[in-house]
T-cell receptor, first 113, second 115 residues
């Protein structure tokens, strides 16, 4: 299965700033996804990163707050913009493997102070 | 929207006993289900999956049962070991927006294995 490298693994950021998270895959994949996992909670899909077109955002998430890039089939970035303490979460990159399978990165633990 | 939920947020078992983690789902159109294990500081790891045309599937020390009548999914871990301590999520994979598919996660169960 695909191997995902996600950077940074953790960061502490000041409110009002932005952080860009990188997701690198060791093989070309069609589907890439970004999830948020708030403290002690489950995973919520933020958006699907589409190669060559705009990301598809889920209800409650907007491009201005979470801009996503997908320049090629092995790389994507998620930016958390104008951060507030409520954005403190783990952000996870995932890729689709085959028709039904998914592999996850180890996540970026973000703390906003 | 549709959601997948778990019955119990925490579960403690003695080492060597069997563990059963339950999950209820609400989207009757879901055709594929996955159990994930998430250890502290890591992303979810695939454990086992099952398609909706099956009611049972076995792996190494793990068994998933699917009851479509009551929309219930369970994960059974045999001879639970300390390394099994983690949060376990069920997820349903359903088709949305044409051919696109999406994973919806349940709320998670924290499994603690006692010595």
């Amino acid at each position: 299965s695909a191997v995902i490298s996600q950077k940074p693994s953790r960061d502490i950021c000041q409110r009002g700033t932005s952080l860009t998270i990188q997701c690198q895959v060791d093989s070309q994949v069609t589907m890439m996804f970004w999830y948020r996992q708030q403290p002690g909670q489950s995973l919520t899909l933020i958006a699907t990163a589409n190669q060559g077109s705009e990301a598809t955002y889920e209800s409650g998430f907007v491009i201005d707050k979470f801009p996503i890039s997908r320049p090629n089939l092995t790389f994507s970035t998620l930016t958390v913009s104008n951060m507030s303490p409520e954005d403190s979460s783990i952000y996870l990159c995932s890729v689709g493997t085959g028709t039904y399978g998914y592999t996850f990165g180890s996540g970026t633990r973000l703390t906003v102070v | 929207g549709e959601s997948v939920g778990l019955h119990l947020p925490t579960l403690s078992v003695q080492e060597g006993d069997n563990s059963i983690i339950n999950c209820a789902y609400s989207n009757s159109a879901s055709d594929y289900f996955i159990w994930y294990k998430q250890e502290s500081g890591k992303g979810p790891q695939f454990i086992i999956d099952i398609r909706s045309n099956m009611d049972k599937r076995q792996g190494q020390r793990v068994t998933v049962l699917l009851n479509k009548t009551v929309k219930h999914l369970s994960l059974q871990i045999a001879a639970t070991q300390p390394g099994d301590s983690a949060v376990y999520f069920c997820a349903e994979n359903s088709e949305i927006r044409g051919s696109a598919r999406q994973l919806t996660f349940g709320s998670g169960t924290q499994l603690t294995v006692l010595p």
